[in-house]
């Protein structure tokens, strides 16, 4: 059997894969390469199975100002055309849905934290989901997001009241998948992101810090279980059992 291995890409020096990200690839025996695409170009699709897409600070539209994502969203695309994965977290995620035909606009508040999002019907039908509770813990970092209603061959697979579209999936591929949330960020993770980027995320959110890391350090186990379980899923649907 041909090695795993799939293309991780990184907006921000101090936003890489997640502690539950990194493990949930290490688990799995997955081959991997982080490319920081603001600094570096992105390497041929030939050698992986598919591609992660982290978060970050630009916004879609950002083009003139983050140049990179114009050669981001073709390589996007060619995932899509050449039936490769796709998972996208929080940027990542908007970027696909961007490419798709999807509004990605500001939210009427940022949803910084942890709050409870649910699955939708389509959500707890969807491969990835399965073995997943209908109400899931979301750790959120973002101003903007998806904005309903959805193109005809796109699903909404979960919702919250911070964000209407906080998984979206290509209906006639499974292995297409966008998170709006970052739940790849264990405790530690929150803490580097509250360090490097917590002006921005704590001005106008309500969020609270010493919540949010008491928080992240309460449910680290629990949504690290359900990370896992989520990933093992997406890794059945690219590799098999």
């Known amino acids: 059997m041909a090695a795993k291995s799939l293309l991780i890409v990184q907006h921000m020096d101090w936003e890489g894969p997640g502690q539950?990200?990194?493990a949930a690839l290490l688990e799995a025996e997955v081959n991997f390469q982080v490319t920081k695409a603001w600094e570096e170009p992105l390497p041929?699709?030939?050698?992986?199975?598919?591609m992660i897409?982290?978060?970050g600070s630009p916004n879609v539209d950002e083009e003139k100002q983050f140049p990179y994502l114009i050669p981001l969203k073709a390589r996007i695309r060619e995932v899509i055309a050449a039936g490769k994965a796709y998972l996208g977290f929080c940027l990542g995620h908007q970027l696909l849905g961007n490419v798709l035909g999807c509004r990605v606009?500001?939210?009427p508040q940022k949803s910084v934290g942890f709050i409870t999002g649910e699955l939708t019907s389509a959500g707890l039908a969807h491969p990835a989901f399965q073995g997943l509770p209908p109400k899931l813990n979301l750790f959120k970092w973002h101003g903007q997001g998806v904005l309903p209603p959805l193109p005809a061959d796109l699903s909404l697979?979960?919702?919250s009241e911070g964000a209407p579209v906080e998984a979206l999936g290509l209906i006639d591929n499974p292995r297409i998948l966008g998170l709006q949330f970052d739940n790849h960020a264990a405790a530690m993770d929150v803490a580097t992101w509250l360090k490097h980027d917590g002006d921005w995320a704590?001005?106008?959110?309500?969020?609270?810090?010493e919540t949010m890391i008491t928080t992240a350090v309460a449910?680290?186990?629990a949504m690290g279980r359900e990370f896992h379980h989520f990933m093992k899923n997406f890794f059945r649907l690219i590799w098999g059992s």
């Open 20 to 22: 539950h990200l990194l």
């Open 44 to 50: 041929s699709l030939d050698p992986f199975d598919g």
């Open 53 to 55: 897409v982290l978060g």
């Open 105 to 107: 606009g500001p939210l």
């Open 157 to 159: 697979l979960a919702r």
């Open 202 to 209: 704590l001005s106008g959110s309500g969020a609270d810090p």
């Open 219 to 221: 449910q680290e186990a």
